[in-house]
């Protein structure tokens, strides 16, 4: 079934072109949109399922070797045929040049149909120069099969309960159509087989996010987000650009098979050291933090909650923000070769994590404190990364798809049963209206809190662990005590969000008015029911996946389940999530793929995989050794030898980790429950830190004043240049030009005019009579003067030999 | 009127009769048989300058065609004159004299009738043929 997975981004895409393009023309009802959408994303949703089945747990399963389309002809396209183009390193150049002359002839020498194949094995020539044949073909594998899954399956519960929450919009068929193309653009990237392909699902989703974000494009504040959405993305698509072009010159190739399986040979960049390898991933990495909201390219994402809430969930919390991490884990080889850039990853996550859940705990929109909370658990996944925890971070994405999609509709529920009302300090008791919501939305919360066995626990407790415990890097203990404050901030504004919207006093029914009105579009059923205040349980193609993502919730974090509880090992086989993505992680200590199990994911030879065959039989050390040499302080080592053992350590760091968040929600507890009179009480003694935290620590004023204004002022600048200078120049040189031609023509009027006029009149005064004369008007006279003319002639030629003549006929004497 | 006659054209007469050194009348046939060329040429050239004279002196248009033809008969005379004296030197050419001749015919023919007609359309419209009265060339 996994030939098949080249449908899967397709039926999105054909949904989207079908309500897109027909929809407008053939006025669809918005059941037919509605089952077009929803009908191509669930087919696409179980193919992937069969795909990813056949793929990792069949009888004849090809997991842990990846599954490139291109392999066994299921699907392939030679998207850029190479031959013209020749990828060059200045470096080794001249040591290279003759093959690179060679292979260019060659490849210039095929016949037209076989040119599509390549003669020059692709990166064979790394460091010098290589053709580049880029094809369009899908890679099944550990990582993708994830990625694909998350944004097929948590995609399916937020097209269905868009279905509701858009219902009666004018804009319903270009709603789905977008999200159609949302999908399509996020299967590209996350299935694509290289790095250009991923660039286009990058690109594709930047724009459905802009589209989505401006979807209610008549409001200045939604078409002012999608822009900031856009641009900001591009400082960090330019980053992700560069780094492309640098795997190419360096590699060759832009395969993942053919890069990564060249880059686990090259030399370990430590600490400060900045080689090839580190600039590559810097480059990625900002990439990755323009697309997944980091520090501090982060401001962009609050701002995208001007869209519509079933986006929010998909594209701004659940799938297109993790793209990011997607890229990161992907290229783990590349980060993890430096040292350097994996702290830099692990620093600005647990920094935005803190920042971002600082700022959760203040706002009053019910979608800002969900997209700061975004902001936040993105930041602990690239903790996690930081650490070298790849395979966690990826599942803190999954469970966080799963809670976090769930708060977000759960979220878009409440605003459609209150009418649009967005403000957090205007509800309050809705688990009375909206009990399915509430309890739904409770999964959700204790989820992101990490109460155990809910599952963000598993993750978050996971990603704390390893960032105490890490070998990567010697800040990890530092890493441990920012997102471990993160975290407390974290389950302090959820419940402070459950409380406020969920629990305590009924406020909508005091003072509701229409003055903050978000996402106003028309809705023309319930008329009547419009226009009271009390708020209504949403219908069930609504709530309906909000139960599934509470079950996901709830249970969705029993895949990666801490060895704390299995007695050390990861248990559970391939339906381990650790174990499942293993063969895709690179071991900077070994210089392999593959930690747990030996296994090899990238078509290594075969001796290599022979070699490994035989490590495997031996057993493991112990202690391996750090992977960067020296390792710093270590929290979980120093912890170790004072307990003494390993699992003890581990116990202790849950406890923690369980201790902070209880703290949190008793906090919120005490805070929004007990005494509701605390919040203004701390918040004034507190002021500067609220005022700071209130405003988003004015990011977004510095950033106008730092970039906007500058640029502002640049441009004005370069205008007054443009408008002084430039145009100064034109027309000085216009006005030159009128004062030349004013003098040639002053001169020509007045002096060769002048002359001419001169002569002419000269010879009309003085010549005229005499000309006018000699025109008798009478033949004869012409004729005379031909006569004469004649006579002349003959004279001058003959008039000497005539004299004669006529001087001998006399000398006769007669 | 005698001194022109005898002083001035006394040289050109002589030349045309020429006084013979045989008898006569074998002179006169051998004359016949082998003319001298300078008489035709001198006729020609006097047929040519009376032509001409009559040409711009006479104000009657039928006259000054009449004196046109003249001129034509005075080339014609000299092509058939130089025809003659051809054949004697025994070039084959000599004939083609007499063929411009015929020609020469027949353009003048031609010429008078076109002649003729323009004389009557500028009769019809400036009821005159004198010559000095008619300036419209001037325009």
């Given at each position: 079934m996994h030939r098949y997975i080249w449908l899967v981004p397709l039926l999105p895409l054909a949904g989207a072109a079908i309500n897109g393009l027909l929809g407008r023309k053939f006025r669809f009802s918005e059941k037919l949109i509605s089952s077009i959408a929803v009908g191509s994303i669930a087919l696409a949703f179980l193919i992937t399922f069969a795909a990813v089945y056949s793929y990792a747990f069949s009888s004849n399963a090809m997991w842990p070797q990846t599954y490139v389309t291109s392999q066994d002809g299921a699907f392939n396209f030679t998207w850029i045929p190479g031959g013209a183009v020749r990828i060059t390193q200045g470096a080794n150049w001249s040591a290279f040049e003759t093959t690179a002359e060679e292979a260019v002839t060659k490849a210039g020498a095929r016949a037209p149909d076989q040119r599509n194949q390549s003669i020059v094995t692709p990166g064979v020539t790394h460091g010098g120069s290589a053709l580049l044949n880029v094809e369009w073909s899908y890679q099944l594998d550990a990582l993708s099969s994830i990625f694909m899954l998350i944004v097929t399956g948590v995609g399916l519960c937020i097209f269905v309960f868009a279905t509701g929450y858009m219902h009666g919009d004018t804009g319903f068929y270009r709603f789905f159509a977008y999200m159609g193309l949302f999908m399509f653009s996020m299967l590209v990237l996350v299935m694509g087989s290289n790095f250009l392909m991923m660039f286009v699902g990058w690109e594709g989703v930047g724009l459905c996010s802009y589209l989505l974000i401006g979807y209610y494009f008549d409001r200045q504040e939604a078409a002012n987000a999608s822009r900031k959405a856009f641009i900001t993305n591009r400082i960090g698509d330019f980053g992700f650009a560069l780094a492309i072009f640098g795997v190419i010159a360096t590699f060759g190739t832009s395969q993942y098979t053919d890069v990564f399986g060249q880059a686990a040979s090259y030399p370990l960049e430590r600490l400060g050291h900045w080689g090839l390898l580190s600039w590559i991933a810097l480059g990625l990495f900002i990439g990755a933090c323009g697309k997944s909201a980091q520090l501090p390219l982060h401001v962009w994402l609050p701002d995208a909650m001007a869209g519509p809430t079933p986006v929010s969930a998909l594209i701004h919390a659940a799938t297109m923000v993790t793209a990011g991490l997607y890229m990161v884990t992907r290229t783990n080889v590349i980060f993890q070769h430096s040292q350097t850039m994996m702290m830099v990853v692990a620093l600005v996550g647990a920094a935005t994590a803190l920042f971002a859940a600082t700022i959760g705990i203040t706002q009053n929109d019910i979608k800002k404190v969900l997209a700061y909370s975004t902001v936040s658990q993105l930041g602990f996944m690239f903790m996690a990364c930081g650490v070298g925890a790849f395979v966690i971070g990826i599942f803190h994405v999954m469970t966080h798809a799963f809670f976090k999609a769930l708060m977000f509709l759960g979220a878009g529920s409440v605003i459609h049963g209150m009418h649009h009302e967005q403000d957090m300090r205007r509800m309050g008791n809705l688990r009375k209206y909206m009990p399915y919501t509430y309890l739904t939305f409770l999964a959700g919360w204790l989820a992101i809190c990490g109460i155990i066995p809910f599952s963000g626990f598993w993750s978050k407790d996971e990603i704390l662990w390893n960032a105490a415990s890490t070998r990567y890097i010697p800040v990890g203990w530092i890493v441990w005590i920012v997102g471990t404050i993160a975290a407390t901030c974290t389950a302090f504004y959820m419940t402070r969000l459950v409380a406020m919207t969920f629990w305590g006093k009924e406020k909508f029914l005091n003072g509701h008015d229409h003055t903050v009105e978000h996402e106003v579009h028309n809705h023309d059923h319930d008329t009547l029911e419009h226009h009271t205040p009390i708020p209504h349980e949403s219908p069930a193609s609504m709530w309906v996946p909000l139960a599934v993502l509470a079950v996901l919730a709830t249970v969705g974090g029993f895949v990666g389940i801490s060895t704390a509880f299995t007695g050390g090992k990861h248990i559970g086989g391939r339906m381990n999530i650790v174990n499942f993505m293993d063969p895709i992680i690179w071991n900077p200590a070994t210089h392999y793929f593959g930690k747990e199990e030996m296994v090899d994911s990238y078509g290594k030879p075969l001796e290599v995989i022979e070699r490994r065959a035989a490590l495997t039989t031996q057993a493991l050390p112990v202690e391996s050794p750090a992977p960067y040499g020296s390792e710093g302080f270590n929290l979980a080592h120093a912890a170790e030898a004072k307990l003494g053992s390993e699992t003890a350590t581990e116990w202790l760091f849950i406890l923690i980790s369980l201790l902070v968040a209880g703290t949190g929600i008793g906090l919120g507890f005490l805070f929004?429950?007990?005494?509701?009179r605390l919040p203004d009480i701390w918040a004034a003694r507190l002021k500067p830190l609220y005022q700071a935290s209130y405003n988003k620590y004015w990011v977004d004023e510095f950033f106008g004043w730092a970039v906007t204004r500058r640029v502002m002022d640049l441009a004005r600048g370069v205008f007054a240049f443009d408008s002084k200078v430039i145009d100064g120049g034109v027309n000085g040189s216009a006005w030159l030009t009128r004062l030349s031609s004013r003098i040639t023509g002053g001169t020509d009027q007045y002096f060769v005019d002048g002359v001419v006029n001169a002569i002419a009149a000269f010879v009309a005064r003085l010549m005229s009579p005499l000309f006018r004369a000699a025109q008798t008007g009478f033949a004869q006279n012409y004729a005379l003067v031909m006569v004469l003319g004649l006579v002349a002639a003959v004279a001058l030629f003959f008039g000497a030999d005539i004299a004669r003549a006529v001087k001998s006929i006399f000398a006769l004497g007669l | 009127m005698q001194f022109l006659l005898f002083n001035f054209l006394s040289p050109a007469l002589g030349l045309l009769f020429q006084t013979a050194s045989n008898g006569r009348i074998a002179t006169a046939w051998e004359k016949a048989q082998h003319p001298d060329l300078s008489k035709f040429l001198i006729i020609g050239s006097l047929l040519f300058i009376i032509g001409v004279a009559g040409v711009l002196t006479r104000r009657n248009i039928i006259v000054i065609f009449m004196s046109i033809e003249l001129i034509l008969n005075a080339a014609n005379l000299n092509f058939i004159a130089m025809s003659r004296y051809l054949q004697d030197t025994g070039n084959v050419n000599a004939v083609a004299g007499q063929i411009f001749a015929v020609f020469v015919i027949v353009v003048a023919a031609a010429e008078a009738a076109i002649g003729l007609g323009i004389v009557i359309a500028l009769y019809r419209n400036k009821e005159t043929i004198w010559v000095d009265e008619i300036d419209i060339l001037k325009w």
């Open positions: 929004y429950v007990k005494d509701t | -």
